[in-house]
């Protein structure tokens, strides 16, 4: 398979293709801190001892293998808390699917919650609100990818110091649809994308709180924000990536999905 490679002038990859899919991959890029990706079943396993592989469409979700290369794996003991596997959702890939109960995968804090960070996940939301994921200490949010459907459609952190801080991406998102998603801070500020495309919308930020648990599918170990819907793939850079990146990664994403 033919590699990607990077024109040094612009940073910009030009795409190979092998089966009509790009060869360019997450972790070509520095700083991937996690990977999780749903459709790759050879990470997934139906227990938190990881001694049982999923492989059938319907299997709980026990613990989740990060591809990152970091060791960020994410876990659930708890039957009933556990996600399910659904092979063949969009374009053809498996997914996870949320209750909007009480499934989440939880595992230690990643680092690049503590400062620049960005983030990307594919998802599709099927109640009125829902985390796909967290950074938190089971009160107070460092950082959630927070969804509320309808108009606005809104990506959000919480910090106790100053509140919600709510980053409008989507007038008029559906809960039909699969979107991309994309976040950075840098700095004190964050902006935010949907589907590759740069929203006007943006905010300062300003505080910070405890960051212990990243948390898949919830807030707060579970009881507030609870995801109710279908999770395809996270993806966390300890670093404010250049714009070309965030578009390499963006389409990537777009492309494997099937998203537009």
């Given at each position: ?25 997450p972790d070509d890029l520095a ?212 714009s070309a990146d965030i578009t ?13």
């Amino acid at each position: 398979m033919t590699r990607a490679k990077r024109n040094p002038l612009t940073g910009i990859y030009t795409p190979a293709f092998s089966g009509g899919a790009a060869a360019f991959s997450p972790d070509d890029l520095a700083n991937l801190q996690e990977w999780l990706d749903f459709s790759d079943v050879t990470t997934l396993w139906t227990d938190s001892a990881r001694s049982d592989q999923v492989d059938a469409d319907g299997d709980v979700i026990g613990y989740m293998d990060d591809k990152s290369g970091n060791g960020n794996d994410v876990l659930q003991a708890t039957t009933a808390k556990k996600g399910i596997y659904k092979v063949n959702i969009q374009n053809s890939l498996a997914i996870g699917r949320w209750d909007g109960g009480d499934d989440a995968l939880a595992g230690s804090a990643i680092s690049a919650f503590d400062g620049d960070f960005t983030a990307f996940w594919v998802s599709k939301e099927i109640g009125d609100i829902g985390t796909p994921f967290s950074s938190d200490d089971t009160a107070n949010d460092k950082f959630a990818s927070y969804h509320h459907i309808g108009s606005p459609y809104y990506l959000g952190t919480y910090d106790p110091s100053v509140g919600d801080t709510k980053l409008v991406v989507a007038d008029g998102a559906t809960s039909a649809d699969f979107y991309v998603f994309a976040l950075q801070v840098d700095g004190t500020s964050f902006t935010g994308y949907r589907n590759g495309t740069l929203q006007a919308d943006s905010h300062t930020i300003s505080g910070s709180v405890p960051n212990t648990t990243f948390l898949v599918g919830a807030q707060q170990d579970g009881v507030l924000g609870v995801f109710d819907g279908d999770l395809a793939e996270i993806l966390v850079y300890s670093a404010a990536l250049s714009s070309a990146d965030i578009t390499q990664v963006n389409n990537y994403l777009l492309a494997k999905w099937g998203v537009s």
